[in-house]
């Protein structure tokens, strides 16, 4: 055989990337593994594998399998953080709010990058570190639906924060069951019918003369 036909069969070498580009391919190819597999059920070898990198070029980015989790989760909490506050300050009608942020939940669980199984449903839910971004998430997501709730009525702050809590807390509820229940209602129809229910509810409490 030539040496060009021993060139030829030899794999090429991968581009080199720049730093941030090979930490969004090894994020991606992190969630695929975890969203299969599961926390404890992934292995750095698998998410080399699946980003097509070598061992040591996985860990030159992220030293260990729980480093990388959170990174992932810490991610994925961040871009739906922004979608809901996105929603929430697109417009000064707060019916269109209620009907944005319900849509805004139900369009992230309904992607195709499974973010939402890392997001609500990780089996290390209950460690410490988990424990307390998720808080984090939900306190900042509560809170901003309780400064406008406060604003526009009469009620006091702790008592806007608690209804900021249970509006969150029914859109993420109704939108995984909505997910997980593999029906055949749409998206549109489905997070109408929350921001309906949610509507007539938080509509009825008088507004701040």
């Given at each position: 055989?030539?040496?060009?036909?021993?060139?030829?069969?030899?794999?090429?070498?991968?581009?080199?990337?720049?730093?941030?580009?090979?930490?969004?391919?090894?994020?991606?190819?992190?969630?695929?593994v975890f969203a299969?597999?599961?926390?404890?059920?992934?292995?750095?070898?698998?998410?080399?594998?699946?980003?097509?990198?070598?061992?040591?070029?996985?860990?030159?980015?992220?030293?260990?399998?729980?480093?990388?989790?959170?990174?992932?989760?810490?991610?994925?909490?961040?871009?739906?953080?922004?979608?809901?506050?996105?929603?929430?300050?697109?417009?000064?009608?707060?019916?269109?709010?209620?009907?944005?942020?319900?849509?805004?939940?139900?369009?992230?669980?309904?992607?195709?990058?499974?973010?939402?199984?890392?997001?609500?449903?990780?089996?290390?839910?209950?460690?410490?570190?988990?424990?307390?971004?998720?808080?984090?998430?939900?306190?900042?997501?509560?809170?901003?639906?309780?400064?406008?709730?406060?604003?526009?009525?009469?009620?006091?702050?702790?008592?806007?924060?608690?209804?900021?809590?249970?509006?969150?807390?029914?859109?993420?509820?109704?939108?995984?069951?909505?997910?997980?229940?593999?029906?055949?209602?749409?998206?549109?129809?489905?997070?109408?019918?929350?921001?309906?229910l949610a509507w007539?509810?938080?509509?009825?409490?008088?507004?701040?003369?």
């Amino acid at each position: 055989m030539s040496t060009d036909s021993h060139k030829a069969n030899r794999r090429a070498p991968l581009a080199r990337l720049p730093r941030d580009e090979r930490r969004v391919q090894l994020l991606s190819a992190a969630l695929e593994v975890f969203a299969a597999n599961g926390y404890h059920g992934a292995a750095m070898d698998e998410i080399a594998e699946a980003a097509q990198v070598s061992k040591p070029v996985l860990y030159q980015h992220f030293s260990s399998k729980r480093e990388l989790y959170l990174a992932l989760l810490d991610s994925h909490l961040s871009a739906l953080t922004a979608r809901l506050l996105d929603a929430l300050s697109s417009t000064t009608d707060n019916k269109q709010r209620v009907r944005a942020t319900m849509k805004a939940y139900f369009e992230f669980m309904a992607a195709d990058d499974q973010a939402h199984r890392l997001v609500f449903e990780s089996d290390l839910v209950n460690d410490p570190q988990v424990a307390s971004r998720l808080e984090l998430f939900n306190a900042s997501y509560a809170d901003a639906i309780a400064e406008v709730i406060a604003e526009d009525t009469k009620l006091p702050h702790v008592e806007a924060v608690l209804l900021g809590r249970a509006l969150a807390g029914m859109a993420q509820v109704s939108a995984r069951y909505w997910l997980e229940a593999n029906g055949n209602l749409d998206l549109n129809v489905a997070s109408d019918l929350i921001y309906r229910l949610a509507w007539r509810g938080i509509s009825r409490f008088p507004k701040e003369s």
